[in-house]
């Protein structure tokens, strides 16, 4: 195989640009990170006529401008590792607005090719493209794709090979002619950047660096530290001020958009304008004014019933193969033995990653009915119905999705928050999310609700519960947006795409991309976790005198005149006295009894105590830990006996107690770990974890102290 | 006029009175001084819906305050 060639892929978002990535890459593609930003990195292979090309999936981006963070990562990898062609990936049924992006780029000097997807469409709605004209005038080849036909492929990969061959030679002919006025300043600071260039030359085409710097690009700005230079940027962005009456980069803007629009009245004939009239009249029903938001709770609520409907089956199969597996690890170990190794592989690794695989189907449905409904375009118009609501908590629309999806799991949730351009509505929305009660809080509710609450006041407690959660988080933010992240809003504008039936393989795809990224994350910090929390109820183990106590204990029982029945009941409550003097003399136990002082003033035990710690791990944890110290075997939601011991020790206000805490409390591990990865700080994720579990420490004493004096539930 | 005003129906785009943050969002999806855009619902309650080069876009209502048209 001869050269390999780098091929970056740029465009609008909704332009079609990530169905073509997975034309060309098929399943050999690799997802990370842009180093230092969250920004996903998609990249792939691809071998056409022997030609071995290294295919990157650019964030997308309306603009080089650098204004948002996905146009900084796209504009730096061009700047950096300098692609031998970059796809120009253009939705040509909207072809004015996406060129303006393409036009950035050949002004920046890339080798360039033009994919015109949707052509389907835009022939559908009656355009007709002159393509050898637009070539010309935009001095690049043009292909007419159709994306989710495959269609137009093997032309593009022609296409790319051809530009890549070509010899590079530096355009003679200015892209755009900006008039005489800008085109006086640019050619003015060109002759700046030359005679005071740094040693090496700067990495830019010199128009492209001049025009950038007369539009206050303020990265590029950044990069010019010479004063002759800086001097003359700002005596022409001074001048041109004056001469048009408004900053110059809007009248380049202007420019751009004549050239293309230009360009397209001459090469571009359309027939009919029935763009739209379709989806315009779904929008009149779907965005009404007073049926949109009840449409949106009914089709949120049927996202979170299949989710939890359809995943229950599957859910059970992989119970029942980490219960296999468990048995089968115990069973490699002669029956009665007690092997430290048989400790840690069963309850260390399989009940806890088996914890969190468990909730696995879930996260997937709901990925795949998200994926449905964003490539539908159903989900912008949810941040339109929205945003009137998520305004007056200082967010907007865009913020809405991510908070739902924290219903399920705040992983995923805070993942994607990624749609929110704007660091602060991110950060607002990340730090809230905890509060909205997970999936894996249910259980914890389920256990206690029915051992305190009489029937009639069972379902009442989990909704307010639940809304609770809602109601701090909505204190919460708005608090967050007049403090520490004060600022002005950011105005919410988006593109609402026409409604297109999704493919089949791409709601795969997207529900696949984000599943794993969730699987990857979770298992490997779960993991970690789980082996430490085993550790810390393990050891130190009980001393050598008080296990022959207990096996003193045992033997009386056996000597005893009693019959079978009698015995194995005795000594199966003596087992549970030894497990309980066993979590009490481990760390874990110490730790309990450690804070204990600090847990009174909410009515928690150190049993509690323990517990809570153990739901650091995962939520769920809560109720097997609780399990463990009260020494009932195998714990679970239903669990009966469990039940009992709670009602004997404790009372309904610590019950709600109990609830509460949990609710608000130190989000999980796994949240933390996110947190900090997506926020980019790991301060973040500890304001998270202290604010809440501050916030938690703080409703709780004062509901269980009100609660006790008020003789509330004792 | 306030484009946040218009009920419905075609207008030009006079003036941005926004940040340069603002001003250099909009642009690369061609709202801009000099353009023609479309006001297609506005319930004069949270974000508009306008038509601009043939896209449907959502705009917020601050934001739609901001930009005066004709």
Redesign the interface.
Known sequence: MGKKILVALAGNPNSGKTTIFNNLTGMKQHVGNYPGVTVERKEGYCIHKGIEMRIVDLPGAYSLSAYSVEEAVARNFLVNEKPDVVVSIIDSSNLERNLYLAVQLMEFGAPLVMAFNMSDEAKARGYQFDLEKLSGAFFAPIVETVGHKQQGMDALLDAIVSVAEKERNPRTRAVVNYGREIEEEISNVVEALKSEAPPGGYPYDLRWLAVTLLEQDKEIEKEITTSGVKDRVSQGIARLQKFFGESPSTEIASRRYGLISGACQEAVRSTVERRHTTSDKIDNFLTNRILGLPIFLVMMYLVFMLTFRLGEPPMGWIESFFAFSAEKISALWPAGSESAVKSLLIDGIINGVGGVIVFLPNIFLLFLAIAFLEDSGYMARAAFIMDRIMHKIGLHGKSFMPMLIGFGCSIPAIMATRSLENRRDRLTTMMVIPLMSCGARLPIYSLIIPAFFPQAWQAPMLWLIYSIGIILAVITAKILRMTILKGESVPLVMELPPYRMPTFKSVLLHMWERGWLYLRKAGTVILGISILLWAMTSYPGLPEDHLQRFEQQRNAVTAENITQEQKNERIASIDNSQAEAAIEYSIMGRIGRGIEPLLKPMGFDWRIGTALIGGLAAKEVVVSQLGIVYSVGEADEESESLRNKLIRNYSPLIGFAIMLFTLISAPCMATFAVTWKESGSIRWALLQFGGLTALAYLITVVVFQTGRLMGVGL | MPLSMVAKGRVRIL?IDGG????????????????NIEI??N?Y???L?I?????????????AQKIDVS
């Open positions: 003036r340069f943050g603002m001003i250099d969002r909009l642009k690369p999806m061609g709202i801009l001084p000099g353009e297609v619902r319930d309650t949270g974000p819906i038509s601009v080069k043939g896209s449907r876009m959502i705009l917020g209502r601050g934001m």
